[in-house]
Nanobody, 125 residues
Framework: VQLQASGGGLVQAGGSLRLSCAAS????????VGWFRQAPGKGRAFVAAIRWSGGSRHYADSVKGRFTISRDSAKDTVYLQMSSLKPDDTAVYYC???????????????????WGQGTQVTVSS
């Protein structure tokens, strides 16, 4: 499956952005789809994930209550709605997909097989 991430940009602190991750080549059916982010000089960190079957959602503590992950089955697209953005949210955001990822591994980037190209999110203070 090929992933196309989009929707990044520059926003002021307190603002909102919605990222999209669209699948091509095959559907997301049977996959978990996650969002990760990487700030300059730091490793790739888990943000949120959704299981396509059942739709369960999982979040990093740092974004709970501010970010919402969702899916559109008809469009094979996963969204990350980001609100109350902070300068610390500045990073390149990546979407990823993998099959058979157990619950405890949803936050592990090594559990995902496919990655999108990343989209830059910059939050100014």
């Amino acid at each position: 499956v090929q992933l196309q991430a989009s929707g990044g940009g520059l926003v002021q602190a307190g603002g909102s952005l919605r990222l999209s991750c669209a699948a091509s080549g095959r559907t997301f059916s049977g996959y978990a789809v996650g969002w990760f982010r990487q700030a300059p000089g730091k490793g790739r960190a888990f943000v949120a994930a959704i299981r396509w079957s059942g739709g369960s959602r999982h979040y990093a503590d740092s974004v709970k209550g501010r970010f919402t992950i969702s899916r559109d089955s008809a469009k094979d697209t996963v969204y990350l709605q980001m609100s109350s953005l902070k300068p610390d949210d500045t990073a390149v955001y990546y979407c990823a997909a993998g099959r058979g990822i157990i619950l405890s591994s949803l936050g592990n980037n090594k559990a995902y097989d496919y990655w999108g190209q990343g989209t830059q999110v910059t939050v100014s203070s």
